[in-house]
């Protein structure tokens, strides 16, 4: 396994918005909650971090990448853009 990077709180956010199949945006609290389907089952509820240049280290992500069911690799991938919505979506089929 790898390390997950550093990552401002937008890169993540940002990522989680245009990749994640979300089904659901709940905005009634200080983060918001998106939930992923597929297939029209539910697979997860990840918490969206708010759009800050903050940067959330390592440790803090992985929390969200467990809750994107991404390994460390999988994760800083996803956040850097070369792992697309698609390979995403092929990513958690295999779980389900």
Wanted: charged letters at 25%.
């Amino acid at each position: 396994m790898g390390t997950i990077k550093d990552f401002s709180e937008i890169e993540i956010r940002n990522a989680i918005l245009n990749k994640a199949p979300l089904c659901k945006i709940n905005k009634n609290s200080k983060h918001w909650k998106g939930y992923i389907s597929i297939n029209d089952k539910l697979v997860a509820k990840v918490k969206i971090p708010n759009a800050h240049q903050r940067i959330m280290h390592g440790s803090k992500s992985t929390y969200i990448a467990r809750d994107l069911k991404l390994d460390e690799i999988q994760f800083n991938n996803f956040i850097i853009c070369s792992l697309n919505s698609d390979e995403y979506e092929t990513i958690l089929e295999k779980i389900i």
